[in-house]
């Protein structure tokens, strides 16, 4: 098989997990009031990518890669593959946001595959870097990768974290950004106009840079890969909601439960886009 047909074979492989991983976060969303769809569709490309075809797992875990989900609103598409690989239950998902079960609207902490407590945005860097450190400090080979929503780049603890990983040089941190140009209510690129360039930000603050589409598993695969001699930062431009139309850059579907009629549609957008 060629290296073009391997790569076909990869990204349509991803693309089934992908459209699993969203039904099932549908499913789930059915059984409460309401969860954090849109932010989970938006990186759902992204997270897969990191657990399934980047991340040393299962070995050691003193050489295990570490995953750490800064967005922690975007906790639904972890919990569906920490399910998948067995490190979760599938009660754990059944009593997703109920009185009985450990699986919140945000991650915490001791829950197994679970690495830092987030959800109040601005602080997951922060712990990346300490934690890409200390195994720098310890020699370790291991990786640690941090996705981030682009809202909360409006934190000023995220820029001095990206600034101590650019002094430290560690070549052990990859960030992920899910740029999917919104915050809760409204878009990046009107609101906060000064957000951008990103590439030249993070190029300033001593990192290695690269822009590329959050939604392609292939360019992703390929991006978290490459190694530097600093931290690498990637820019994953996505949609949020992405592979159901109407909920598709839409903010009311930032926290919300479809009705059951929306549910039927959504699965039937899921399933024709792999027809």
């Not at 291991?142 to 981030?148: D, T, Y």
């Not at 999917?180 to 000064?194: I, K, V, Y």
């Not at 030249?200 to 390929?222: R, Y």
């Not at 978290?224 to 690498?232: E, G, I, N, T």
């Amino acid at each position: 098989m060629t290296n073009s047909a391997k790569g076909e074979s990869s990204r349509g492989n991803a693309k089934i997990r992908c459209r699993n991983y969203r039904r099932k976060i549908l499913d789930i969303s059915q059984k409460v009031s309401a969860l954090h769809i849109a932010p989970a569709f938006s990186c759902t490309e992204i997270v897969d990518a990191i657990y399934n075809e980047v991340m040393r797992i299962g070995s050691q875990p003193e050489t295990d890669d570490i995953f750490l989900m800064s967005k922690g609103h975007g906790c639904m598409i972890q919990y569906v593959i920490l399910e998948e690989r067995g490190v979760l239950s599938s009660q754990d998902l059944e009593l997703y946001c109920k009185p009985a079960g450990r699986l919140g609207a945000h991650p915490d902490y001791g829950i197994p595959g679970i690495a830092a407590s987030t959800g109040s945005l601005g602080h997951g860097l922060g712990i990346a870097v300490g934690q890409a450190y200390a195994e720098y400090l310890k020699g370790t080979s291991l990786r640690l990768f941090c996705v981030l929503s682009d809202g909360e780049l409006q934190e000023g603890s995220t820029w001095e974290a990206m600034l101590m990983a650019g002094n430290l040089k560690l070549n052990n941190l990859v960030a992920v950004v899910d740029n999917n140009d919104f915050t809760g209510l409204e878009r990046m690129s009107t609101g906060h106009p000064a957000f951008y360039p990103l590439i030249e930000k993070g190029q300033a603050f001593g990192w290695d840079v690269e822009e590329v589409n959050g939604h392609d598993s292939l360019e992703l695969v390929t991006a978290l890969k490459k190694l530097s001699d600093k931290p690498r930062l990637i820019i994953a431009r996505t949609v949020k909601g992405k592979g159901v139309g109407f909920m598709e850059s839409e903010p009311i579907w930032h926290y919300r439960s479809p009705s059951g009629t929306e549910y039927e549609q959504a699965i039937r957008e899921l399933e024709s886009d792999l027809s």
